[in-house]
């Protein structure tokens, strides 16, 4: 051992450096489980790079002459770190921030220090630059706590007497040695126990204001928070305790929760939370009626999770207000369900509710669907004008509703014809009974602010099950009655089995008809234009099917587009009117130097076709066609129907470069998840939303559907545009386009030429 050593020197360094390596292993454990508590990592590896410097010195001093050097590094380069980590973590304790080029700076001048005593072997830099630094932090510590904690405030006093403490070795020496080995053991004791306590001082107030901002922010919540214990109310907010109307958590039970809620719902509840507290789900959500204290109705929306509170088991439910939501929801249904001038049930309503009463084996005794249709609507809305003629429509409702009774479904279905359902008709023939009542109330005038009218109907009356065995079969015996009926002056009747057995008897030879049109091509395309809204120019064309059956006439689109889809000719059918379109388009586009696109529909039945997108693309190479020359459109019920055949279907015909539109959009029930998904390219609005217009609520909706389909990049068509009103709310609402009888009728072949040939063309060429 060197003569400059005792053993009281040397227990002593060991001390010195067994407190360093324990109180920096103890901050950086704290640090581990406290870790927003930089300073603590920062000074604790401070700590453990202080106790290398007495290994150090004892290296250099007492193993041997070869570990001079070795333990000169050792003690140098420890100390630089002690004393660069000591300053980072007090300016993280302080709040004093030093600048990028402060740290360069200082760090820079450490090395230099370092380096000089190693290459000169010259102490005396690092012996005074040791306590001045460790001062230095002392003060600025002091400086940043001075209205800290009391912990706080006792770390920057015990850095500044540790700096201090290193003049003992500055002073004198060896002899001072000891003295501040022992005091500097002592002060790193403190100091680890000081910055420790701090830590966790500091890791409590942040757990208390943690707490307290969480509270602030259930408390203050707009959303209600219920908290079940064993289903027992534990806690609830202010905002759940506004949704039902309590004034204190006291006040609040399971039972008043759930007042006035019905048995089924309460029954799927309690297997909710089963299903919660069992741990199988992990959240649920549901949403329903609940009714506050006072009686009055809320629309809720729960999503509830398994918690703890405490030492239990809870579940903690999120409870939202969503009344504002779904009475718009209600309304948007009840409007799509009803007619806007009467109030009455709409055709929809009409036809949703056949399939109830068609799919219902309690109508044993069937019933009767009566259409309604005022004869020479037309000439009085000429003669009278349209607001005159919508009080005449409103006065008859009124008056059949009264004359028919609340047992008597009343419905309109467009915009002169109504429809009545009666139940029970083998019980006294009470749908022909109701329709001779209506027959003697309309020998009396309508009574009007105005004047008096007298107006005659014709009806048709079609049984279920004797005439029809579905919905749609049942509207078209009863439509063609009713038609019937009108060859008969006056307010007349007809039914359905007596006066028009052609239309709703010979289905075969009507099948056997359109087999032989479609091989024949006896079917052309009528081309009803779309214009530009905002320009009035071409912007393209819908492509109508028109059938001229021998010895009968013009045959409605609907009649024998419903037959084709019966029989399975739809496919046949489609692709003769698709050749046909690409036909047309490829002569016009010979002709002329601008051609617009050419819209074709799709059936539904189409769209189940996997080869359907194949057929498409050989008829634009058989005719020649860029993609884009030809749209397709599908309706509405068809993507519902089928939409993840539709979605694939739709992405190869895009792939192919051909536009995909959604055909009288509104009708269904089409969800914003499927637009979402869908690739198309636009939406048309459905005639039945644009007939309204410009009635507020009615612009309100076709507004709404345009900044949807803004938002979802697709552009909106009207159709069904009929007044210079209608086009002007449909063009300002946002609609791209514009299609109606304002603008053309379907044309033909030729005269869409015309167009071509003299309209402005908005588009491609």
């Known amino acids: 051992m060197s003569p400059a050593f005792s053993p009281v020197l040397l227990y002593s360094l060991l001390a010195n450096m067994v407190v360093g390596l324990t109180m920096g292993s103890a901050l950086l454990w704290v640090w581990h489980g406290h870790r927003t508590q930089l300073f603590t990592r920062d000074l604790g590896a401070a700590q453990l790079a202080q106790s290398m410097v007495p290994v150090g010195y004892l290296m250099s001093q007492w193993v041997g002459a070869g570990w001079i050097f070795p333990g000169m590094l050792l003690a140098v380069f420890g100390q630089i770190a002690s004393i660069a980590l000591m300053l980072r973590g007090s300016s993280r304790l302080s709040g004093w921030v030093f600048s990028r080029l402060e740290?360069?700076?200082?760090?820079?001048?450490?090395?230099?220090?370092?380096?000089?005593?190693?290459?000169?072997?010259?102490?005396?830099?690092?012996?005074?630059?040791?306590?001045?630094?460790?001062?230095?932090?002392g003060a600025v510590v002091t400086r940043g706590l001075r209205g800290g904690l009391l912990a706080d405030r006792l770390v920057g006093p015990l850095l500044v007497l540790l700096g201090l403490n290193q003049l003992c070795f500055a002073l004198w020496g060896q002899a001072g040695l000891l003295i501040q080995s022992n005091v500097g053991a002592v002060l790193r004791l403190f100091l680890g126990l000081m910055l420790v306590y701090a830590t966790l001082d500091r890791t409590m107030l942040e757990s208390d204001n943690l707490r307290e901002r969480f509270q602030h922010l259930v408390e203050r919540s707009h959303q209600g928070i219920l908290?079940?214990?064993?289903?027992?109310?534990?806690?609830?907010?202010?905002?759940?305790?506004?949704?039902?109307?309590?004034?204190?958590?006291?006040?609040?039970?399971?039972?008043?929760?759930l007042q006035g809620v019905r048995r089924e719902e309460i029954d799927q509840l309690r297997v909710r939370y089963q299903q919660i507290e069992s741990g199988s789900v992990d959240e649920l959500q549901w949403e329903g009626l609940r009714h506050r204290k006072d009686g009055s109705s809320v629309w809720l929306r729960f999503s509830g999770w398994r918690t703890l509170w405490g030492d239990a088991q809870a579940i903690q439910i999120l409870v939202t207000d969503q009344?504002?939501?779904?009475?718009?929801?209600?309304a948007l249904l009840y409007q799509a369900m009803h007619d806007e001038l009467t109030g009455l049930p709409n055709r929809s309503a009409l036809l949703q509710r056949l399939r109830q009463c068609c799919g219902d084996t309690s109508e044993r005794h069937g019933f009767g669907l009566v259409l309604l249709g005022v004869d020479r609507f037309k000439l009085f809305n000429e003669a009278h004008g349209h607001s005159l003629g919508d009080e005449v429509l409103k006065a008859l409702a009124l008056a059949l509703a009264r004359e028919l009774g609340e047992g008597c479904e009343l419905m309109r279905l467009g915009a002169d014809e109504f429809a009545f359902l009666s139940r029970s008709h083998r019980d006294g023939d009470s749908a022909a009974a109701k329709a001779r009542r209506v027959q003697q109330l309309l020998l009396r005038p309508l009574v009007l602010p105005q004047r008096n009218f007298f107006i005659d109907v014709s009806m048709g009356i079609a049984l279920y099950p004797e005439h029809a065995q579905d919905a749609e079969a049942l509207l078209r015996a009863a439509n063609a009655a009713m038609?019937?009926?009108?060859?008969?002056?006056?307010?007349?009747?007809?039914?359905?089995?007596?006066?028009?057995?052609?239309?709703?008897?010979?289905?075969?030879?009507?099948?056997?008809?359109?087999?032989?049109g479609i091989e024949q091509c006896e079917f052309s395309l009528y081309y009803q234009p779309k214009v530009h809204a905002q320009t009035g120019q071409l912007a393209s064309f819908e492509a109508l099917a028109r059938w001229h059956r021998p010895g009968v006439g013009w045959v409605s689109p609907v009649e024998f587009i419903g037959v084709a889809e019966r029989t399975g000719l739809i496919a046949d059918l489609g692709l003769l009117l698709l050749s046909l379109a690409c036909e047309q388009v490829a002569a016009w586009r010979q002709r002329f130097t601008q051609v617009v696109p050419v819209a074709v529909n799709v059936s539904p039945l189409q769209m189940l076709d996997g080869g359907f997108p194949e057929l498409v693309e050989q008829q634009l190479l058989q005719y020649r066609l860029p993609a884009h020359a030809i749209t397709l459109e599908i309706t509405e019920s068809a993507a519902v129907a089928n939409l993840d055949q539709a979605r694939e279907q739709i992405r190869q015909l895009r792939n192919l470069g051909v536009a995909v539109g959604l055909d009288d959009f509104g009708t269904g029930f089409s969800s914003l998840n499927m637009l979402r998904s869908l690739p198309l390219q636009s939406v048309k609005i459905d005639r039945g939303l644009i007939e309204p217009l410009p009635a507020t609520d009615a612009a309100a909706v076709v507004q709404a559907i345009c900044q949807l389909a803004v938002a979802l990049r697709l552009d909106v068509v009207a159709e069904g545009i009929e007044t210079p009103a209608q086009a002007r709310i449909a063009r300002l609402a946002g609609c791209l386009e514009l299609q109606g009888d304002l603008f053309a009728k379907p044309l033909t072949p030729h005269d869409a030429g015309q167009w071509l040939q003299d309209a402005p063309i908005a588009v491609w060429t």
């Open 323 to 330: 009344t504002d939501r779904h009475d718009a929801t209600q």
């Open 483 to 516: 038609h019937a009926a009108k060859r008969t002056p006056g307010t007349s009747v007809a039914l359905a089995e007596a006066r028009f057995e052609r239309g709703s008897s010979d289905v075969f030879e009507q099948e056997q008809a359109l087999r032989a």
């Open 103 to 137: 740290w360069v700076v200082f760090l820079g001048l450490l090395v230099v220090a370092g380096l000089w005593v190693l290459l000169f072997n010259d102490p005396t830099v690092a012996v005074w630059a040791s306590p001045f630094l460790m001062t230095l932090a």
């Open 227 to 257: 908290v079940l214990v064993n289903k027992r109310v534990r806690y609830a907010n202010p905002a759940l305790l506004g949704l039902y109307g309590f004034g204190r958590v006291e006040e609040v039970t399971m039972p008043d929760l």
